[in-house]
């Protein structure tokens, strides 16, 4: 977001300089001279009030000088950070490919960020980041390449360089744009002409069969339930019970942790409304300020009883934004049964304090900043371990990344960590929404769907960068990450051509690629995809009909809960790559594989499995899989989850609500499937492959995913 103001910012002010066509750019990017900011770079006045600008000698082997951006504590995201720009012209970038390069650093908690942005007219026409990899203040080479459409409309390019962060400083050298000739179209898969073959591609998987790297954690398969409108109808209110056919659902999808009260309803729930008799229990607004109210039938108990009759846990969060430490401590004493209250249906270990509340607007209207957040952190755990000392607490946090910003306090985690680490047991991010699209106009259905599918490396990056963060600011504790809300999602504006696409068999395999981040991260202890079930269009369990219905990511979720075993392995692949493009939320990557894999064994190592996701929209992959520590195996099956293209789904409708009009949703592809959704569009194929030696050879069908099971395993 602060990436796409600057570049508004930067158009508006820049536009009637129309700079003749360079032999090289940008100007300056060597930064020579001494005058700040330097000659050819523009800086904006306001922006100029967040920082200091210095230029230094540049070190051995890099030519020029150094751009230095030191931010100050105004340096909070805004339109404006701190930061440098220059527009490129339209003649220089037009239909041409640029290789975009330079060397990044940075120190103190700063961030450096070069950006490249095409501008079209109305819009933008796609971009490229670079952010610096090291953080000890040494600068290291970095570029990337980015395709510029030969079209009229294509007005110019705006370079920036940004410090982000409050702290520290942000180092930018040897800057350079080089302008190539145009390259050629890259096949579109999905895009074949009816009846053309796609030639397979190749793949070899190798898999370690003799370690486990660590048990995946059980709590990673999680989701969320929603306290509004009878739990979105998991409560059925005309036969006062659980609806029957959710909980089978949710049973048969190994669903092992259930979120409650879920979402932005967290921070203006009190508890106390859902308990007692349901015929007496109160009615309030959703959220403050909200027209629509509920009365709160579906309460603690019953989210209980849910999770104990799908075999699950519970997991609260309690209300940090308008509640108190002793309503969540007396949360507790309640759900432990004290004080001669009904007895419980099983006690709550996970305790999540507040949901995000470091959102600008956040829609509970408790948006706070890091230090009272901290403060709170530290009041409620105290609170609540008074009364059992033995719960686990989370607190809320998010490292933003490129495109997706959404902590409006970029020094959140180090705050929280520094000042509440001591009282935690996990931190609870929301990082791992995608492809998020929410102007959709003009965008192609596969480069949306390319870039769903390649955003799980990005979550990896993420990842590791905010364990790094723990060890920093929390030093010598044991702090895990979970992810208690993530999921497919593109739109929240009914109007969006994609606003119904988080149920197809695209979506699906961003589900299992996701998975596959969480169980190999050291640190993530437990995951809610958000969210269980509803009638519009973020249920997993959705309406097909007068009946409930799971969608493809519900099917590809029980793949991994229910087949992959509990031990992970090591595995490496080789295949082709692709180069997505930067959309909505979502940055740029530019080498993603088209098969993901997830290994995992037994306790004993007597039986392995190995998923298989081909991200490909159009050709199968030929893939051979070795057992590196076994000599074969005496049953091997196949399971694959496949449909006839990506946005292939069971069928499952939105509901439709008198005044609103959904959005005529894309077909993605020439072949797409979208409108022709029903039950049997999305297949669960099985195959023996009977016993076999070290190697495997299977054909990952299009845009699929296959899981592998290897029983009695043989050792050389």
Do not use: C
Not at 116 to 135: C, K, M, P, Q
Not at 183 to 210: E, L, M, S, Y
């Amino acid at each position: 977001m602060i990436r796409r103001l600057l570049i508004l910012l930067l158009f508006g002010l820049l536009a009637g300089a129309r700079p003749a066509v360079a032999q090289s750019m940008p100007e300056n990017g060597g930064f020579a001279g001494d005058a700040a900011p330097p000659a050819g770079w523009f800086l904006d006045d306001e922006a100029a009030a967040k920082g200091r600008l210095r230029l230094l000698p540049a070190p051995s082997g890099v030519p020029g000088q150094v751009l230095e951006l030191s931010p100050n504590a105004r340096n909070t995201p805004s339109a404006k950070p701190l930061g440098v720009g220059q527009l490129l012209p339209a003649a220089a970038v037009r239909g041409r490919t640029l290789r975009v390069s330079a060397a990044l650093g940075a120190s103190g908690g700063a961030s450096a960020v070069l950006g490249l942005a095409i501008l079209r007219r109305g819009g933008e026409a796609g971009s490229v980041t670079l952010r610096n990899v090291t953080a000890d203040g040494t600068l290291q080479a970095q570029s990337d390449t980015l395709d510029v459409p030969d079209d009229s409309a294509i007005e110019g390019a705006v370079l920036f360089l940004v410090a982000e962060g409050t702290a520290g400083a942000a180092l930018f050298a040897n800057v350079a744009v080089a302008a190539g000739a145009a390259a050629p179209p890259a096949p579109r898969g999905a895009a074949t002409a009816p009846g053309a073959a796609v030639a397979d591609i190749a793949a070899r998987v190798r898999v370690d069969t003799t370690t486990i790297r660590r048990s995946i954690p059980r709590d990673l398969f999680g989701t969320n339930i929603e306290v509004i409108r009878d739990a979105n109808g998991l409560w059925d209110a005309r036969r006062n019970r659980l609806d029957p056919d959710v909980v089978a659902m949710a049973r048969d999808m190994g669903i092992t942790l259930v979120r409650f009260p879920g979402g932005v309803w967290s921070d203006a729930y009190d508890w106390r409304n859902g308990i007692g008799p349901q015929s007496a229990r109160a009615t309030t607004p959703t959220h403050p300020g909200a027209e629509e109210r509920f009365r709160h039938v579906f309460g603690t108990d019953e989210a209980l009883a849910f999770a104990q009759e799908i075999g699950g846990s519970l997991l609260i969060t309690v209300n940090a934004g308008h509640g108190t430490p002793e309503l969540a401590a007396d949360w507790v004493r309640y759900v432990n049964g004290e004080g001669g209250r009904a007895p419980r249906n099983g006690r709550v270990t996970w305790w999540e304090i507040g949901n995000e509340l470091y959102m600008a607007g956040d829609a509970s209207g408790g948006s706070t900043t890091p230090d009272r957040y901290a403060d709170r952190v530290v009041q409620f755990a105290r609170a609540m371990r008074a009364v059992d000392p033995n719960i686990r607490i989370a607190a809320i946090g998010l490292r933003n990344f490129g495109r997706y910003r959404f902590n409006a306090h970029d020094n959140w985690n180090e705050v929280v960590l520094r000042r509440a680490g001591s009282e935690i047991d996990l931190l609870a991010v929301h990082n791992a929404y995608s492809p998020l699209v929410p102007d959709a106009r003009g965008a192609d259905p596969l480069d949306v769907y390319a870039a769903m599918w390649a955003f799980p490396q990005l979550i990896a990056r993420n990842l590791a960068d905010t364990r790094a963060e723990i060890a920093r600011f929390a030093p010598g504790r044991r702090i895990g990450i979970g992810i208690t809300e993530w999921g497919p999602l593109f739109a929240i504006d009914p109007a969006s051509p994609f606003i119904d696409h988080v149920k197809t068999l695209g979506s699906a395999l961003f589900v299992a690629s996701a998975l596959r981040v969480f169980a190999e991260d050291p640190s993530v202890e437990l995951a809610n995809f958000f969210k269980l079930n509803e009638s519009l269009f973020m249920g997993w369990i959705g309406r097909r009909g007068n009946q409930w219905a799971m969608t493809a990511p519900a099917m590809a979720f029980r793949m991994v809960a229910r087949g992959m075993e509990s031990g992970l392995l090591a595995a490496s692949t080789e295949v082709a790559t692709y180069a997505s493009r930067a959309l909505g939320f979502v940055d740029r990557v530019t080498a993603a594989p088209y098969l993901d894999v997830l290994a995992s064994a037994s306790p004993e190592r007597d039986v392995a499995t190995v998923l298989l996701i081909n991200r490909h929209p159009a050709a199968a992959i030929a893939t051979r899989v070795t057992l590196g520590g076994a000599a074969g195996a005496a049953l091997v099956t196949a399971e694959t989850l496949t449909g006839d293209a990506p946005d292939a789904n069971t069928g499952t409708d939105v509901l439709r609500i008198p005044g609103l009009r959904w959005g005529d949703q894309a077909r993605v592809g020439s072949r797409g499937r979208f409108q022709q959704g029903a039950e049997g569009e999305i297949r669960l194929e099985r195959q023996s492959l009977g016993p076999a030696g070290a190697d495997t050879a299977i054909r990952v069908p299009p845009h699929s995913i296959t899981l592998l099971r290897f029983e009695g395993l043989r050792r050389p």
